[in-house]
Nanobody, 120 residues
Framework: QVQLVESGGGLVQAGGSLRLSCAAS????????MGWYRQAPGKQRELVAT???????NYADSVKGRFTIAKEGAENTIYLQMNSLKPEDTAVYYC??????????????WGKGTLVTVSS
């Protein structure tokens, strides 16, 4: 199967920066897209940013100009650079991947999440 491992979450002051990483591994033939989603207390999970295999990106309006999603040097790895963080960015951040395996064309996989806390 497919596993997603996230890293980089933590506590940061408002105005600071954090960098999240996500590595996909397992029975991967190819990856169509990867992305980051977040869920704050009492709210639904929302899209933060996505990137396709062709490096096309998409961002939520709330993070445009502050966050950057890109591919890492390692294969099947992405990062989310978060700058100018605000308390409202506090959430559990989840890595997502749309993966093609030997048995399925297109499948949704999720990491366990990493907590980002932004203090004022």
């Amino acid at each position: 199967q497919v596993q997603l491992v996230e890293s980089g979450g933590g506590l940061v002051q408002a105005g600071g920066s954090l960098r999240l990483s996500c590595a996909a591994s397992g029975s991967i033939v190819s990856i169509n897209s990867m992305g980051w989603y977040r869920q704050a207390p009492g709210k639904q999970r929302e899209l933060v940013a996505t990137i396709t295999s062709g490096s096309r990106t998409n961002y939520a309006d709330s993070v445009k100009g502050r966050f950057t999603i890109a591919k890492e040097g390692a294969e099947n790895t992405i990062y989310l650079q978060m700058n100018s963080l605000k308390p409202e960015d506090t959430a559990v951040y989840y890595c997502n991947a749309d993966v093609n395996t030997r048995l399925t064309y297109g499948g949704d996989y999720w990491g366990k999440g990493t907590l980002v806390t932004v203090s004022s």
